[in-house]
Every structure is written in C-alpha cells, then in structure tokens.
C-alpha cells in the first residue's frame, strides 16, 4: 500500500516530526558526516539535526573523495575546526572549551562505521578532539548503545553546543522533535505483535540445545587483540605488508584473571593500531617483541583453557607466530548464531540489542571488545547452565 511521505524529514506523513522541528541558529558551524547506511534509515538523527540547525550541512560517504567538498569549511580560519570524538586525547568541553567560533566536525553513524570512515579519512583524526560526559542515559529506546554513556548524534549535539555557544536553554529545542520521533515509534512497536514473536522464538528449548558443552567449563578464557594492519595495496594485489599482531588480551570468565601486552611491530608502523585499535604509539614503539608477548601469555594459560573469540583473525596470527594452533578454541560468534537461529551480527550490536552490560577490560578498541566478548560469553554461559 503506498504511504504518503513527508517531503522535509522523509517519514510517512503519519508518523512526521516536523511540527517539533523548531530552528536553533548558532554561530557554531556543524559538519555532519553520515554512513552511507545511516542516510536511508527513518530513524536516524542526522536528518533531525540537518533540518534543526540552519548553520549545519549534511555529508554522506565514506571515501575521502565524498567529503573533498569540505576542505574549505575544514580550513575555515575564522572557525578553525574540531571534531567531536571521544578519544584518549580529547578536551573536555565542559571544561576546557574551545575559546573561540568553530566549525564542528560530527559522525553519524554506529560505532563500527564511524570507526571505517574516520581510518578513510585520518586527516579528519589531525583535528582537535573534544568530547563531554552525558548527564543522562540516552532516550534513544528504538536503538540500542553499546554502553550506557554513549548517545545519539541529536543528544550528542544537544549536549556539546551549548558548551560552544554558552546557552544551554536554547539547545533543549533540538530534542522535541527527537522525543516525538521515539514516542511515535515505540508506540507503533507496541502495537506489532512481530518483535515478541521473534523473542519466543530465541528463547525456545530447541535454541538452547545447541549450545556446545565447552560453555559449562571452569576453563573459559576470553581472548583477543589488534592487529598493525596495512590497507590493501590494488597496485600490489595485497597489503604492503603483513598483518602482525601487536596487542593481546586475554581474561579467565571463572575469575576475572587478565592478561594484556603490546608487542612492537616489526614492519613500518601503520595507521591502523592508532586510528581503528586507538592504541597509543609511544606505547607500541617502547613495547617489547612478539616473543616476549608469546612467552607471557603462554605462561597465564592453562592447558585445559577454553579460548573463546569472535572470530578467528587475531588467534590466527597469534598461532602463526607461536608456530602452533590453540587445541581448543569455541568461535562465540558462530555459538550465537546457532542459538539465535541467526546471523550474529556485530559484537557492539549484539551486546546493545541484549541489552548486557560490560566494561572495558584492557586499553583501546581492544579491551572495549574483550568486555563486550565477556559479557556475551557469560550470557551464553547463564543460558547453557538454564538450559
């Protein structure tokens, strides 16, 4: 049936949230910069911002080439720009703002892709970081975050300007049309039956029994790591250099015992361990060998250990240069698929939509995913023991 749809936000006329839409000028110049897959989304809150904010402009891509447009906005000298990303180096807006207008660089979209558009562009990374703390959960109940403090890119705004303008009143108007969008949507979840059936479904004894035996094991070490990975060379027809592994982790479920060692690169430092594991350089350069790693790590394992990954890239290159496969490893990714009956998508989705709470349990991306792997693994272990 065709469904008439609003020429401004794009949403079917029943469901629109313009009449919320109430203009907020700012001397603060905004870049949004949305994943190709967040732009065709209903629900995503660039659209909202974009139409919200007069002083804004919207940019969808990935390649640097889809953002070349912006080099003058981005060497603005009247509004210097800055990003909005919450890396170890980032200024605390609430306390040490920036002293003057600028342009403000945001990224829409998850976690995942906001990490693959930043390591497309690392020029984007060159800009000063600044990042705040939110005051409250997000409201965003239709979309899952990975942890509590992370936010929409509309709250996200909602929160960092006025900390540029100096007016934090004004600003609550970017999220009335927000908040209607929310309320229409969880209202029309409620009434489909379609997201309670799919729940059964998941919960059913006949899922349960294919959880693999090895969960009820004492033994279960989580594991993982990072890699100093070179992009793919198309005049090479493969990397410049191998991927080697220079960080690993590892924590035993039972207990709570970690392990964790960088390990320095042997080939030419990439961008990657920076940018996408948000590793620190000094640190990787001061590190020891992939031996000494090795060593270490083989002396916190067991031989009856239960290594638990999602996915098998960083075991593998860890086996290589031990020059021998683990005995027994159990792909939690592949576990969870079997007992959804479904892909199991991303890490960070999966703990988002389960709703499981975690912490990070080592430095950079690395130790975020080890969390986030924990705390999927106790889940399946809670629900094999139920089972």
Known sequence: ?????CERCGRPR????????????????????QHPREHGKAVNTARIAA?????????????????????????????????????????????DPPLHPVTLVVIDGTWHQARKLLRKNPDLLKLPHYAFEPKAPSEYQIRREPRPEYVS????LACAL????????????????FRRMVAMQVAFASRSPGGRKRERRRN??????????????????????????????????????????????????ATGERFEALA??????????????????????????????????????QPDDVLCVWGYYALDLLARERGAKFARVLD???????????????LEGLVADRKLAFEPLGEGRGGERLGMLTAVTRWLVQEAHAG
């Open 1 to 5: 049936m065709f469904r008439a749809e």
């Open 14 to 33: 029943t469901v629109c949230y313009c009449e919320a839409i109430t203009p907020v000028p700012t001397r603060t110049r905004v870049l949004l910069l």
């Open 51 to 95: 139409l919200a904010l007069p002083n804004s402009e919207l940019h969808v891509g990935v390649e640097p080439e889809d953002f070349a447009g912006l080099n003058a906005a981005l060497s603005d000298p009247d509004r210097p720009a800055v990003i909005l990303y919450p890396s170890s180096q980032a200024r605390d807006l609430a306390t």
């Open 153 to 156: 890119t509309i709250e996200a």
């Open 162 to 177: 006025p900390f540029l303008e100096g007016d934090h009143a004004r600003f609550e108007a970017l999220l009335a049309p």
């Open 204 to 253: 059913s004894s006949s899922a349960r029994a294919r959880l693999p035996a090895e969960l009820t094991s004492p033994s279960l070490v989580c594991v993982g790591g990072e890699a100093n990975a070179w992009p793919y060379d198309r005049e090479l027809g493969e990397p410049r250099h191998p991927h080697e592994l220079v960080h690993w982790l590892g924590v035993r479920v």
């Open 264 to 301: 320095h690169p042997r080939k030419p430092l990439a961008d990657s361990p920076m940018i996408h594991a948000r590793l620190r350089e000094p640190a990787l350069r001061a590190a020891d060998g992939i031996d000494t790693l090795i060593s270490r790590y083989d002396a916190f394992s």
């Open 332 to 346: 939690v990714r592949k576990v969870v698929g079997d007992f959804l009956k479904q892909k199991a998508g991303s």
